[in-house]
């Protein structure tokens, strides 16, 4: 059997979470499965530990995972590994949707979902061969076209190892535990690039076999990395149910909808079962701006969720997108306005990206909107793209001030004196974040456009 190297290359910049390194489980995930079959994995991720070319070139394959704006440094990893003739493979979301371009870098790129199919193209790869009929796998032809692989995905998410976080050089159990539950979403953000990648239907993976996963690791805090965790109410309250008989229940974090809160029971559970914090994406409080991304949401019950989670002593995480073409500045503003007034504990301001796969690059492509070609600007902190109803310039300057407002000093201030200890620490370091990312944007920013977009 083989070694393989599995490479997770570092977000680019100062964002919200850089404070919590917790690795990305599609590695981890496919590293499970290429060791039941025999092979000794390597995973390296950036974000925790330096990844070394001489230790990877010990490997006899090499696989590195996309992201949009980790796209640059994964291709110069596969530039170097290939440069010393050590086979490349290639996968994530970003290459994903731009195969002939990973192609470049790669010498297969496998689209999708890979578990089902990695063993295969490993083999193939490892004697010497193009993975032909092999789902999810795209390669070169010998006439320089792109062989493009049938989109694919698990059916059965029970049927798949539970993720090997051990197999990460560098990984030591942190305070949080990342555990996946489901894949897919059928609400279709114009900006989101979730439905694209894992389908428009949810597949859940079985109470019992998170329940039993839940028992293995014994967690402290968990923190659930669906797109949407409460997507099916009656197994969700299964599974809470499940949580609370646990040996050591977990404190749990989770990625829902805001009109989870239209059933009260299911809230007052995730209290009773250590809920203490949701991650809500809000994206505005204008009704025109909710409307062009598609949200299936209205202001009403943006407010009404932070009410009913804060009744029930849950903290809120709001994430909110800037840059809609609804937008202005004086909507962004009445959006942080809502933020600081109705006491969210904690929020991003990201803007609009229009990453590949999505309908909103599509858009924007289409217009010929899109100035900015460097994908690792690529990461909601940077504006690519020219809005409509501002300036590139002012959307750059909205979205730090956005920041800078809620995580001002006096909030900082105000949350310490109220003794409130762990929002005190989360709001400076917030603050902290906002300036050093400022910094790093300031000469990108001087170079933005800042005359309107005339069409």
Excluded at 5 to 30: C, K, Q, T
Excluded at 209 to 218: F, G, K, T
Aim: net charge neutral; hydrophobic share 40%.
């Amino acid at each position: 059997m083989a070694t393989i190297a599995l490479i997770e290359p570092r977000a680019p910049g100062f964002h919200v979470y850089s404070f919590a390194a917790l690795p990305r489980l599609g590695l981890p995930s496919l590293g499970a499965v290429l060791r039941d079959l025999g092979h000794q994995v390597r995973i390296y991720c950036q974000g925790l530990t330096r990844v070394r070319l001489p230790d990877v070139l010990e490997a006899d394959l090499v696989g590195i995972s996309t992201t949009t704006s980790t796209a640059p440094e994964a291709y110069r990893i596969a530039d170097a590994v290939r440069a010393h003739g050590k086979p490349v493979l290639i996968g994530g979301v970003h290459a994903t949707f731009r195969p002939a371009e990973a192609l470049e870098h790669a010498d297969c790129c496998l689209v999708g979902e890979a578990e089902s199919v990695i063993g295969e193209v490993v083999e193939q790869m490892l004697a010497g061969t193009q993975p032909h009929e092999v789902a999810n796998a795209c390669f070169r032809l010998p006439d320089h076209t792109v062989r493009d692989g049938k989109l694919c995905r698990v059916a059965d998410l029970d049927s798949l190892p539970f993720p090997d976080l051990s197999l990460i050089r560098g990984w030591r159990p942190t305070a949080i535990t990342p555990i996946m539950t489901s894949r897919g979403c059928p609400y279709d953000c114009t900006f989101c690039a979730v439905a694209p990648m894992f389908g428009r239907r949810y597949r859940f993976r079985s109470s019992e076999l998170v329940l039993e996963e839940l028992r293995q690791r014994d967690p402290r805090v968990v923190f659930f990395y669906d797109d949407n965790f409460a997507a099916d109410h009656r197994r969700t309250r299964e599974m809470l149910e499940g949580m609370v008989r646990l040996p050591h229940p977990p404190r749990w974090m989770a990625q829902v909808r805001a009109d989870v809160t239209e059933d009260r029971e299911l809230v007052a559970l995730m209290q009773a079962s250590g809920c203490d914090r949701l991650f809500i994406g809000y994206e505005s409080i204008s009704p025109e701006t909710l409307q062009s991304y598609n949200k299936h949401l209205n202001p009403e019950q943006v407010l009404e969720s932070v009410r009913i989670l804060h009744e029930h002593k849950i903290k809120v995480h709001g994430m909110f997108v800037l840059g809609a073409d609804a937008d202005d500045e004086s909507s962004i503003r009445r959006t942080v306005r809502f933020a600081v007034q109705h006491a969210l504990d904690s929020v991003q301001f990201m803007i609009l990206t229009p990453l590949p796969g999505t309908r909103q690059f599509e858009l924007l492509e289409r217009a010929k909107r899109i100035f900015v070609r460097d994908w690792s600007l690529y990461d909601g902190h940077h504006v690519v793209f020219q809005p409509l109803r501002m300036t590139a310039a002012a959307l750059q300057q909205e979205a730090s001030k956005a920041h800078k407002r809620f995580y001002s000093a006096w909030q900082c201030a105000k949350a310490f004196a109220r003794l409130r200890f762990e929002e005190g620490v989360l709001k400076t370091y917030g603050r902290a974040i906002t300036y050093l990312a400022e910094w790093q944007s300031r000469r990108f920013a001087r170079t933005l456009p800042k005359t309107p977009f005339s069409g």
